[in-house]
């Protein structure tokens, strides 16, 4: 089909690596980016809350920057607790991407998938999916200049009071709006 696969390749590093350097590309994805274990510290810790952000930031600075016009990064991710919490859409955001779609993951729709944990003792294991989700971004050179209002409204929803809650219904509306024009 054409397709190469490379190896060894930082992903908070993309548009350095020899192999992609100068490429464009009309799909970058991420499924389920993760920044490995930290003995003793749990998935809801803010330290490794902050680490798996880290990832994603630099991932998405990265990309962006590696994309055709029309061109989209997926980042297949968690969305209960504590995974709503990285703010995906919002780091996005910070790199000049902007929401277009966000769809249910469903493992069936990809025959011959298999998840894998890819660090620590148990890293060939598949892990549970849970509720996740599809997010679908495109370059957009004024996502970065957004509001604070805007960029709070797309935080974690366990972590709003009703009035965030209206403001996050406000922006999301807003957002499909603008994407349906």
Known sequence: MGAQVLHSV?????NVTAELCGRKFDRIIFNFPHAGFHQGRGEA??????QHKQ???SFLKSA???LRP??????????AQPFC????VELAHRSSLVLVEQVDFRVGDYPGYC???????RADESFPVGLCSNFKFAFDPCAETGDRETNRALRCPHSRNHHDNQAYD???ALMKLMLSR
């Not at 029309?70 to 969305?79: I, L």
């Open 70 to 79: 029309n061109g989209q990064v997926h980042v297949t991710h968690k969305t």
């Open 64 to 66: 962006s920057g590696m």
């Open 45 to 50: 810790s803010q330290w490794v809350i902050v």
């Open 170 to 172: 406000f922006a999301s």
């Open 85 to 88: 919490c990285w703010n995906i």
């Open 115 to 121: 998840n894998k944990r890819g660090d620590g003792d």
């Open 55 to 57: 990832l994603v930031s």
């Open 10 to 14: 930082d992903a908070t590093q993309l």
